[in-house]
T-cell receptor
Framework: GDSVTQMQGQVTLSEDDFLFINCTYSTTWYPTLFWYVQYPGEGPQLLLKVTTANNKGISRGFEATYDKRTTSFHLQKASVQESDSAVYYCVRPFPPMPNYNVLYFGSGTKLTVEP | NTKITQSPRYLILGRANKSLECEQH?????MYWYKQSAEKPPELMFLYNLKQLIRNETVPSRFIPECPDSSKLLLHISAVDPEDSAVYFC???????????????FGHGTKLSVL
């Protein structure tokens, strides 16, 4: 069925490293895709969204391209900081029926950035 | 995020009854309860729109939601089970219709620990 898959459970980097978090999706239609970030002790918050296939979303130095050909929505950042340590969720709407604003969260990738 | 307040922040229970409270100061129409177990992504429990229960996922009957007005959401829990230990997040969005691709705003959560 329709889903998102994040294979990386944990990623550990040093400050100024390049970040790449993998997300692939399976779908029979092309919804809006989101990345949500959850800092320790807080609720998830929207990082970026892309509403149209083959477009790119950019926010706070993070970017993700909705690639219809490869069915991927990978998250990237050129240079991470310690403050980026958090859990990153690839998110999509629930399947099409019914037509409500309900989110399905991927399994999450825990990013730890060491000083 | 002080625009969605949840109380209490921490709750430790034996087999007792308790209620979780949420209030949003954003003027949103849709409100949600999500459950996040340890090391897991958030999962939808209930969805309300303008005080009406719209979606009720497979949740044990000991969880009873209530929406006394469009800005408040309650979650009554009776005879908690150890499997109920989790963080319960309240969230809201401006509209319920997915066509608008509304972002969800989450509160800080209530961490429930069942003894």
């Amino acid at each position: 069925g329709d889903s998102v898959t994040q294979m990386q459970g944990q990623v550990t980097l040093s400050e100024d490293d390049f970040l790449f978090i993998n997300c692939t999706y399976s779908t029979t239609w092309y919804p809006t895709l989101f990345w949500y970030v959850q800092y320790p002790g807080e609720g998830p918050q929207l990082l970026l969204k892309v509403t149209t296939a083959n477009n790119k979303g950019i926010s706070r130095g993070f970017e993700a391209t909705y690639d219809k050909r490869t069915t991927s929505f990978h998250l990237q950042k050129a240079s991470v900081q310690e403050s980026d340590s958090a859990v990153y969720y690839c998110v999509r709407p629930f399947p099409p029926m019914p037509n409500y604003n309900v989110l399905y969260f991927g399994s999450g990738t825990k990013l730890t950035v060491e000083p | 995020n002080t625009k969605i307040t949840q109380s209490p922040r921490y709750l430790i229970l034996g087999r007792a009854n308790k209620s979780l409270e949420c209030e949003q100061h954003l003027g949103h129409n849709a409100m949600y309860w999500y459950k996040q177990s340890a090391e897991k992504p958030p999962e939808l429990m209930f969805l309300y729109n303008l005080k009406q229960l719209i979606r009720n996922e497979t949740v044990p009957s000991r969880f009873i939601p209530e929406c006394p007005d469009s800005s408040k959401l309650l979650l009554h829990i009776s005879a908690v089970d150890p499997e109920d230990s989790a963080v319960y997040f309240c969230a809201s969005s401006q509209e319920i219709n997915r066509e608008t691709n509304e972002r969800l705003f989450f509160g800080h959560g209530t961490k429930l620990s069942v003894l």
